[in-house]
């Protein structure tokens, strides 16, 4: 599709000028979420307990960390006594993809100050982005924030939760715990699974995931999948939703 130009290209608009979207729209769409985050933000406040962390390093980490993914990977990394240049760089290599995240959020909240831009960085989550992104393309920012306010709350409110009966739950595997935190992801993209395109890049990106998690250390695998079939994804799928129906 031929990109308009001139006088027929429209002028943009912030998006807190966007109609169609709400912050009680992305609270309203993520309510089936919230049971999921809220339960394995109380798996991670057990574990976390149970690894010899105080109530306050882990509600702290929680509230100011606020990355479900590396602080499960940290907890373990604290409890063995690593060097924290090692748990830095190990964390950070598995919030990567949060810039891909940021990249397409970005134009989204252009008319946003920047000390509110600090905040809204700091509440970047799967969760939201899924959500706003599947309303909307590009997200609309008030949507993204009321995901946001609704995912975050109910992470550390299963936290909080999770410290107080730790104790109780010494292997939450046992009773499937452990598998609310797949299990979002799961939901996440298949409510995004719907043209042969978007199948096709799932499964790659699941296929090539998997085979470098078996020959790569640690959570590289993450990473270079993500911005492989990232790459991929842009190289073949239309870029909206008229592009989209020409090309099929």
């Given at each position: 599709?031929?990109?308009?130009?001139?006088?027929?290209?429209?002028?943009?608009?912030?998006?807190?000028?966007r109609?169609?979207?709400?912050?009680?729209?992305g609270i309203?769409?993520?309510?089936?979420?919230?049971?999921?985050?809220?339960?394995?933000?109380?798996?991670?406040?057990?574990?976390a307990?149970?690894?010899?962390?105080?109530?306050?390093?882990?509600?702290?980490?929680?509230?100011?960390?606020?990355?479900?993914?590396?602080?499960?990977v940290?907890?373990?990394?604290?409890?063995?006594?690593?060097?924290a240049?090692?748990i830095?760089?190990?964390?950070?290599?598995?919030?990567?993809?949060?810039?891909?995240?940021?990249?397409?959020?970005?134009?989204?909240?252009?008319?946003?100050?920047?000390?509110?831009?600090?905040?809204?960085?700091h509440v970047?989550?799967?969760e939201?982005?899924?959500?706003?992104?599947?309303?909307?393309?590009?997200?609309?920012?008030r949507?993204?924030?009321?995901s946001?306010?609704?995912?975050?709350?109910?992470?550390i409110?299963?936290?909080?939760?999770?410290?107080?009966i730790?104790?109780?739950?010494?292997?939450?595997?046992?009773?499937g715990?452990?598998?609310?935190f797949?299990?979002v992801?799961?939901?996440?993209?298949?409510?995004?699974?719907r043209?042969?395109?978007?199948w096709?890049?799932?499964?790659?990106?699941?296929?090539?995931?998997?085979?470098?998690?078996?020959?790569?250390?640690?959570?590289?695998?993450?990473?270079?999948?993500?911005?492989?079939?990232?790459?991929?994804g842009?190289?073949?799928?239309?870029?909206d939703?008229?592009?989209?129906?020409?090309?099929?």
């Amino acid at each position: 599709m031929t990109p308009r130009s001139g006088a027929d290209a429209p002028e943009p608009i912030a998006a807190t000028e966007r109609p169609g979207g709400s912050v009680r729209d992305g609270i309203v769409a993520s309510l089936a979420l919230v049971p999921s985050v809220f339960v394995y933000g109380t798996v991670f406040g057990g574990l976390a307990v149970q690894a010899g962390l105080s109530v306050a390093q882990v509600v702290g980490m929680s509230v100011l960390v606020f990355a479900g993914a590396s602080q499960f990977v940290a907890v373990p990394m604290l409890a063995a006594g690593a060097p924290a240049l090692a748990i830095v760089i190990t964390t950070y290599v598995v919030n990567m993809r949060h810039y891909l995240m940021a990249a397409t959020l970005a134009p989204s909240f252009r008319g946003f100050r920047r000390g509110w831009l600090a905040v809204i960085a700091h509440v970047i989550n799967d969760e939201s982005f899924a959500v706003a992104v599947a309303r909307s393309r590009p997200p609309d920012a008030r949507v993204y924030l009321g995901s946001a306010a609704a995912i975050a709350g109910a992470f550390i409110a299963g936290v909080v939760v999770g410290v107080a009966i730790g104790g109780l739950v010494e292997r939450p595997e046992r009773y499937g715990l452990d598998f609310a935190f797949p299990a979002v992801f799961l939901a996440l993209v298949a409510v995004q699974l719907r043209h042969r395109a978007d199948w096709f890049i799932a499964v790659g990106a699941a296929a090539l995931a998997v085979a470098l998690a078996l020959v790569l250390p640690g959570n590289w695998h993450i990473v270079i999948a993500g911005l492989a079939v990232s790459a991929l994804g842009a190289a073949i799928l239309p870029i909206d939703a008229s592009a989209g129906e020409e090309a099929r």
